[in-house]
C-alpha cells in the first residue's frame, strides 16, 4: 500500500506569514516528489517538484525533502489571500507502473488579509 | 509549455446516454495519459491509465466496460462513460506525462464536469 499522507487542515494564516504544508509517504522506495495547488472547482496545477535530499526553492515556494523520515514539506514565503487553495501532495514510486502518481487527501490552505 | 486541454469542459446528458470526453496534450507528446475522477470536496481517483497504442489498466472497482479508455495517438486520449447514471456525474479530469521530461510530473488539464440527469 503506497499511502500519502496530509494533514487536511484547514490551515489558517495571515497574509504576509509563513505557510507550512506537510506530507509524509510510506513507501521507501519513492523517487519523485510533487506539489499540486487545486483552487476549488479547477483541476490541479504543478507548483513543485523535488527529487534530492534537501531544499529547493522557487520565488515564494520552498519544497524540503527529507527521504530518512519520509517527509516532504511545502513552504510558501509571504502569503497571499490568492494562495488560498488545497495543496496535493504526490509521491512516485520507480517501480509503479508507468510513473503513476500516489495523491494525499490534500491540506485546505486559507490566507486571511 | 505542457499544456493539456479537456473537451468539453462540461456536459449534461440523460441516463442512459453515452458522453465522450476529449483530453490533448497541446505541445508535448504524451506516452501516457491517466484519467482521474474527482466528486465534491473528496480527493483525486485515479479510475485508469492510458498508454499509446494498448489497452488501458483500469484500477480496482473502476469498470472497464462503462468506461471506456482509447489512446489512439501521442497526443489524444479519450474517455467515454456507457450508460451514464446519475451517480457517474462528477468531475473527470485527466492528465499526461510529457514523454521527452524523462521525469515523472504530470500536467492536468482542466476538467469536465459531467451531470447526468
Known amino acids: 500500500q503506497k499511502e500519502v499522507e496530509q494533514n487536511s487542515g484547514p490551515l489558517s494564516v495571515p497574509e504576509g506569514a509563513i505557510a507550512s504544508l506537510n506530507c509524509t509517504y510510506s513507501d521507501r522506495g519513492s523517487q519523485s516528489f510533487f506539489w499540486y495547488r487545486q483552487y476549488s472547482g479547477k483541476s490541479p496545477e504543478l507548483i513543485m517538484f523535488i527529487y534530492s535530499n534537501g531544499d529547493k526553492e522557487d520565488g515564494r515556494f520552498t519544497a524540503q525533502l527529507n527521504k530518512a523520515s519520509q517527509y516532504v514539506s511545502l513552504l510558501i514565503r509571504d502569503s497571499q489571500p490568492s494562495d488560498s487553495a488545497t495543496y496535493l501532495c504526490?509521491?512516485?514510486?520507480?517501480?509503479?507502473?508507468?510513473?503513476?502518481?500516489?495523491f494525499g487527501r490534500g491540506t485546505q490552505l486559507t490566507v486571511w488579509p | 509549455g505542457a499544456v493539456v486541454s479537456q473537451h468539453p469542459s462540461w456536459v449534461i446528458c440523460k441516463s442512459g446516454t453515452s458522453v465522450k470526453i476529449e483530453c490533448r496534450s497541446l505541445?508535448?507528446?504524451?506516452?501516457?495519459m491517466f484519467w482521474y475522477r474527482q466528486f465534491p470536496k473528496q480527493s483525486l481517483m485515479l479510475m485508469a491509465t492510458?498508454?499509446?497504442?494498448?489497452?488501458?489498466?483500469?484500477e480496482q472497482g473502476v469498470e472497464k466496460d462503462k468506461f471506456l479508455i482509447n489512446h489512439a495517438s501521442l497526443t489524444l486520449s479519450t474517455l467515454t462513460v456507457t450508460s451514464a447514471h446519475p451517480e457517474d456525474s462528477s468531475f473527470y479530469i485527466c492528465?499526461?506525462?510529457?514523454?521527452?521530461?524523462?521525469?515523472?510530473?504530470?500536467?492536468f488539464g482542466p476538467g469536465t464536469r459531467l451531470t447526468v440527469t
Open positions: 492528465s499526461a506525462r510529457d514523454l521527452g521530461g524523462g521525469t515523472y510530473e504530470q500536467y
Open positions: 492510458s498508454n499509446e497504442g494498448s489497452k488501458a489498466t483500469y
Open positions: 505541445d508535448f507528446q504524451a506516452t501516457t
Open positions: 504526490a509521491v512516485n514510486n520507480r517501480g509503479s507502473t508507468l510513473g503513476r502518481l500516489y
